[in-house]
């Protein structure tokens, strides 16, 4: 059996595509935030370890939900969180939820249709953005919008990841349906260069994922935390972008991940977006009625 540090990747909270416990965040909540991602940071080293047989992963992820629960022969990373959890009055509810889709993703290689890939997101991502609110003292009314957001992201992370996903793993999240709609065969996506029709599978994807981003857009602007608000806003901003790319780039020949300059450019615009809603509401807010005012 393998040790947990044989596990490891490597990869850490500034490898993500999106931000993680950014400058953004309240420097108190910072370190909480970090305990969650290294917890799904471990789950997910397990999960996509290429050579670990499927009994070992699950038994190491089994460790990593014993150490969030207080049981015998738990994970570091799972004793750390539950510390976090505890000093906070925090449920474990999300974790828990996170370690159902790790373990999917060792035992489930394919996905019918987008129904069974948008259940799989509500435990692989959704998680993920419900326990920052939760962490920020947020409201749950919020979640549906939260829940969009997150299931772009983790869409466009397997777009971008669909080749890679399916040479080491023999993963494929593009919905069969999609891919035998435009008559595309699963071993496509180990060519060198998407072919056109597998193009067509990959930007029509990305359009329903677009559809997400699209109920997700008023999110930044229901929080009530500023500082969230503003991760959230760069967050919305930057997934925008690499969906508008993969309706035109394909993931397997051409580069869609943001360059840190790209990145930065879209941060501050996503901001800049957040700040001026913001101060639109609150200026509605203050300005009196002066209809009828005048004589």
């Not at 699950?58 to 000093?87: C, H, I, M, P, W």
Request: aromatic share 6%; hydrophobic share 45%.
């Amino acid at each position: 059996m393998k040790k947990a540090v044989d596990f490891a990747s490597g990869k850490g909270h500034q490898d993500e595509n999106f931000p993680v416990a950014s400058r953004l965040v309240r420097a108190e909540l910072r370190p909480a935030i970090l305990a969650f991602y290294r917890f799904a940071r471990a789950a997910d080293d397990v999960s996509d370890h290429e050579t670990a047989a499927p009994e070992e992963k699950l038994a190491e992820l089994d460790r990593l939900e014993a150490g969030l629960l207080g049981k015998a022969g738990g994970s570091a990373e799972g004793e750390a969180l539950r510390a976090v959890l505890g000093e906070r009055g925090l449920t474990d509810r999300h974790a828990l939820d996170l370690l159902e889709a790790f373990r999917r993703d060792v035992t489930k290689l394919r996905y019918a249709d987008w129904a069974e890939l948008m259940d799989y997101c509500r435990y692989s991502a959704a998680p993920v953005g419900r326990f920052v609110l939760d962490l920020h003292g947020e409201s749950s009314t919020v979640w549906p919008l939260n829940d969009a957001l997150c299931a772009a992201l983790q869409v466009i992370n397997h777009l971008q990841d669909c080749g890679k996903d399916y040479r080491t793993l023999d993963r494929v999240y593009v919905p069969a349906d999609t891919l035998a709609a435009h008559d595309v065969k699963t071993e496509a996506l180990a060519e060198r260069r998407a072919s056109p029709a597998l193009r067509a599978v990959i930007a029509g994807l990305a359009q329903r994922t677009a559809s997400l981003l699209d109920e997700s857009r008023p999110f930044a602007n229901r929080i009530v935390d500023r500082r969230l608000a503003f991760e959230v806003g760069v967050i919305q901003t930057l997934a925008e972008s690499l969906v508008q790319r993969l309706m035109r780039r394909d993931p397997l020949s051409e580069r869609v991940h943001h360059r840190p300059v790209e990145a930065v450019a879209l941060a501050l615009r996503g901001s800049a977006g957040v700040a001026a809603r913001r101060l639109a509401r609150w200026f509605g807010q203050k300005q009196p009625d002066l209809r009828g005012s005048r004589r």
